[in-house]
């Protein structure tokens, strides 16, 4: 291994030991206990290493956010996949989304809450972001109608994201919580027949 590939492999871990540990802490004591001084002491290295990978606390975060993407893709993805039916795919997409927020909660925040200069349908959209709506676009496919499916699919993420969000925060009764995601998956099945 030449020296120059070594310095890449270097700087490729500890890009991923800033990132793994910004996402720990964020998960053990929220996204306000995160801060680049705090991220240079617990990997040992100084700020401004820390710097030389990210600008900052809010680039941190969206890397983050973008892993994040990553997996609620793939736990979409399975969801839909694993389903027999249609119906049965877009509820188990709606209860796999609803899921994954409420298990990492810190996670979900900085890809849908903080402000992270992630844009969606937008040129420089990142991979991982595309697939996630591309997931929930998917399991929507079926009951689009005559409609635009790209309109349908920002309306059941939006939907989602508010129940996620409120019962969460504790502004919506959690016992009813997945009442409301059955309820809410089943009105954009209904569509097919509308």
Request: net charge negative; aromatic share 8%.
């Amino acid at each position: 291994m030449s020296a120059q590939e070594r310095r890449e492999r270097e700087r490729a871990l500890r890009e991923r030991l800033i990132i793994t540990t910004a996402r720990d802490l964020a998960e053990a004591e929220g996204w306000d206990a995160v801060t680049t001084r705090r991220l240079a002491e617990l990997i040992e290295y100084s700020q401004p290493v820390l710097y030389s990978h990210f600008k900052g606390k809010d680039a941190i975060m969206a890397a983050v956010a973008v892993e994040g993407f990553a997996e609620i893709a793939t736990h979409l993805h399975g969801a839909r996949d694993g389903a027999s039916t249609p119906q049965a795919a877009l509820a188990a997409v709606v209860s796999a989304y609803a899921d994954f927020a409420e298990r990492r909660p810190a996670l979900y925040d900085a890809m849908f809450v903080r402000t992270v200069g992630l844009r969606f349908d937008h040129p420089e959209t990142p991979v991982a972001l595309r697939d996630a709506f591309g997931a929930l676009r998917g399991a929507l496919q079926p009951f689009a109608g005559p409609h635009d499916l790209d309109d349908l699919t920002e309306l059941l993420w939006s939907g989602l994201h508010g129940l996620v969000t409120l019962t969460g925060g504790g502004r919506l009764p959690g016992e009813r919580h997945e009442r409301r995601l059955a309820l809410l998956a089943a009105q954009f099945a209904g569509r097919a027949v509308s």
